[in-house]
């Protein structure tokens, strides 16, 4: 099992990333998809989720509104459309896989991504 996430980098506040999780090695239609971000000096926390199919999304009351959580299973890729960044959404953004149904608990997860820098600056 291989999960990459990519698509960070540096971006002024009010702007725009979308994120990508690729998997590779296992059967994606069989798992939810759940971004988290860990920022400097604090715990990882679930960000959105987005269940095996795509039909049901979850998201964290600080990006409501601004992330929008999609999934391709065709292509075997998860995104997460980041809109009207914040300094405070500057962290490093993981892609985690757990079995069934959509959870924004690390500890339910099954694989994990390695993570990708995303920097909201001027």
């Known amino acids: 099992v291989q999960l990459q996430a990519s698509g960070g980098g540096l971006v002024q506040p009010g702007g725009s990333l979308r994120l990508s999780c690729a998997g590779r090695g296992f059967p994606v239609e069989g798992y939810s998809t759940t971004w988290f971000r860990q920022a400097p000096g604090k715990e990882r926390e679930g960000v959105s989720c987005?269940?095996?199919?795509?039909?049901?999304?979850y998201y964290a009351d600080s990006v409501k509104g601004r992330f929008t959580v999609s999934r391709d299973n065709a292509k075997s890729t998860a995104y997460l459309q980041m809109n009207s960044l914040k300094p405070e959404d500057t962290a490093i953004y993981y892609c985690a896989i757990k079995n069934f149904g959509c959870s924004m608990n690390e500890n339910d997860m099954k694989y994990w991504g390695k993570g990708t820098l995303v920097t909201v600056s001027s």
């Open positions: 987005v269940s095996r199919r795509g039909g049901t999304t």
